[in-house]
C-alpha cells in the first residue's frame, strides 16, 4: 500500500494540484509568469521527484497526473466556459506540461550515470505515449473541428503571412501573431516524433512526411468545408515540423558530446 501512494497517487496527486495553481496563475498572471513561471515549477517539482524516488517512472505516473488535471480542466472549461478558445489554450498547456517533465528528466540522463535510476527509455515511451494521445486529439480539434463551414482557397505563397505581418505592424494585433504561432507550434511535436520514429530512414523520407502531412490535412479541410485551404498554412506547418526535427538532432548531438560515445542516442522508443 505505501509503495503505490508513493509511487502512484502521490505523483499523481501533486500533478492535478500544480496544473489547477497553472490555471490560476493563467487566470491571474501576466504573460510573464505564463510563459515563464508555471514551467520552472514543473521542471523543478518533476526533478525533485525523479531525485527522491530515484525512478523515471515516477515521473510518468506525475506526468499522468497532470493529464488528469487536463482532462478536468477541460471538462470544466466546456461546461462552464464555452467560448474558451480551447484549442490553444489546451495545446499551450499540455506543450508546457510535457517540456517541463521531460526536460527536468533529460537534464537528469545527461548528467547521472545510467545504472543510478531506473529505465529513462520505460519513462519515455510512457509519457509520448500519454502526450501522443492528448496532443492527436487536440491537433484534429485545432484542425478540423474549428471552423467547420468555413471554405476557401488561397494558392499564393506568403500572402496570408504577410497580411498577418501588417496587421501586427499597424494594429500590434494579438490574433495575427497567435495563428502564426500556433501553425508553427502545432507541428514542433510532429516533427520531433517523426525524427525519432523515421529514425532508420533517409533524412529527406522524414522531411517528406513533414511536407506531405500538412498537404493532406488542407486538402481535407477543403474538401469537407472544415477549413480554408491556404499554401501558407503548409508553410508555417513545415516549419514548425522543421523546428522539431532540428530540436531533436541538437539535443542528441549535445547527450553524445557529454557521453563522448557518438552512437548514444537518448530518444528511443
Known sequence: MKEAIRNIVMPVFIGILLFWIEVLIAFKGRPFKIVLVYPA??????????????????????????????ILTTAFMLLFLPKTPLNYIAIYVLLINWLAITGACVMLKFFVRDDKYSDFKRFFRL????????????????????????????????????????????????????????????????????????????????????????????????????????????????????????????VEKLYSMVKKDDTARLFLM
Open 41 to 70: 515549477i514543473y521542471i523543478i517539482a518533476a526533478y525533485c521527484i525523479v531525485k527522491v524516488y530515484r525512478r523515471y517512472d515516477a515521473c510518468g505516473w506525475f506526468e499522468i497526473g497532470i493529464c488528469g488535471g487536463n
Open 127 to 250: 509519457s509520448s505515449i500519454i502526450f501522443g494521445i492528448l496532443y492527436i486529439a487536440i491537433l484534429l480539434y485545432a484542425l478540423f473541428f474549428k471552423s467547420i463551414g468555413a471554405t476557401g482557397v488561397n494558392l499564393v505563397p506568403f500572402s496570408t503571412i504577410m497580411s498577418y505581418m501588417t496587421e501586427m505592424a499597424n494594429n500590434n494585433s494579438g490574433a495575427a501573431i497567435k495563428n502564426i504561432l500556433a501553425n508553427i507550434f502545432l507541428f514542433i511535436p510532429l516533427g520531433f516524433y517523426a525524427g525519432i520514429l523515421l529514425r532508420k530512414r533517409r533524412m529527406i523520407i522524414t522531411i517528406m512526411v513533414i511536407i506531405l502531412i500538412p498537404i493532406i490535412v488542407e486538402l481535407i479541410q477543403y474538401i469537407w468545408s472544415l477549413g480554408i485551404c491556404d499554401v501558407d498554412d503548409v508553410i508555417l506547418n513545415v516549419f514548425g515540423g522543421l523546428i522539431g526535427i532540428l530540436v531533436l538532432k541538437a
